[in-house]
């Protein structure tokens, strides 16, 4: 059977500047896919690159899309470096099928965001009012012993039952990782989120003995953004959390599979991608059969047409949120 394929090449502005350590990302791009069968019913996906991640770039998914032409099949060959552009093929199909994905939770945990430094500290009172029960604090960004200092009042401040995860963005050296994952180990930390840089020198050997040598989990999250390197993490044998990003893993489904095979415990987290490849990414984390974190999902409003944001931040998403949702809509925005 044969389908309708269009394409809409987006660049959209963030309504904060995101700070990276590559500099200040002012612009999401990325290409919305949109597979139209012979009854006229459609589905949209989002291929959503971050290349310093190791993921394509949008001037490739693109160029891809234009050789594609406006007749495919279902299974058009895909060349395996576009990940995203996968991805976001997949998500169309999905959405096409007749048969819905099964989905084994009806509603998932979402994390809070607490602020860098200090200013943490204020937040956390109404995030627990509103429900909030796991907490992210970045950490790596001011002075390790006033952050480790702090990090003492923020678990006092926190609500019974709650967890703190620490994400250091690869900001610390060995060194500094070993003092920080010494001082969690007699506190209630839930994980703590690439320690050092994937970019470090021996940096398996760095994480895999930070894993074995303290109590406190490890999660990896810029070391795993392409099927690939996850692929390389578990033949390691990584014995902490993936947190995985399915606008840049490629094919979900397959990394899905290995990390439930793994008894890998997983945190489905945002690229900064729009509405079509959140609702995407949520709808595949309601459906993994494995164990699920909080996920990483508390990042909207991001940008400045508001409409082109996927859920506001709660303390959970639902499944009955997601059917709700309209691609077309968002479709239009960017048509
Ligand atoms: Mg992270």
Redesign the pocket.
């Known amino acids: 059977m044969s389908l309708h394929f269009a394409y809409r090449r987006y660049t959209v502005p963030f309504r904060i500047p995101v700070r990276t350590a590559h500099g200040l990302w002012t612009h999401r791009e990325g290409v919305l896919v949109k597979l139209t069968d012979a009854k006229g019913r459609s589905g949209i996906g989002e291929a959503a690159p971050i290349p310093w991640f190791g993921t394509e770039t949008a001037d490739e998914i693109e160029s891809a899309c234009r050789s594609i032409g406006d007749s495919v099949q279902k299974h058009t060959a895909l060349p395996v470096r576009l990940g995203c552009l996968t991805h976001a093929w997949k998500s169309a199909l999905r959405a096409l099928a007749t048969e819905p994905t099964t989905s084994r939770h009806a509603y998932l945990p979402v994390v809070a965001l607490l602020p860098a430094g200090r200013a943490a500290l204020e937040r956390i009172k109404g995030l627990a009012e509103a429900g909030f029960r796991t907490f992210k604090w970045k950490v790596g960004v001011g002075d390790p012993s006033d952050e480790r200092a702090l990090l003492d009042d923020l678990l006092a401040a926190l609500p019974n039952g709650a967890k703190l995860r620490l994400?250091a963005?690869g900001a610390w050296v060995r060194r500094e990782a070993e003092r920080w994952l010494a001082y969690c180990a007699d506190r209630p930390i839930e994980f703590v989120?690439?320690p050092v840089s994937p970019d470090a020198p021996a940096v398996e050997d760095s994480l895999l003995g930070l894993a074995g040598d303290f109590p406190t989990r490890i999660a990896l999250?810029?070391s795993v953004a392409t099927l690939a390197q996850l692929e390389r993490w578990l033949a390691a044998g990584w014995p902490g959390v993936f947190?995985i990003k399915p606008s840049l893993i490629g094919d979900v489904d397959l990394a899905f599979e290995k990390l439930a095979k793994a008894k890998s415990p997983v945190v489905v987290?945002s690229a900064m991608e729009t509405a079509i490849g959140a609702y995407a990414a949520l709808r595949l984390a309601l459906a993994f059969p494995g164990e699920l974190l909080a996920l990483?999902f508390g990042v909207y409003p991001l940008f400045v047409d508001n409409r082109l944001d996927g859920p506001a931040v709660a303390p959970f998403v639902r499944r009955e949120d997601l059917e709700r949702f309209d691609p077309e809509a968002v479709w239009n925005v960017l048509s």
């Open positions: 994400d963005n989120e690439q999250d810029e947190v987290s990483g």
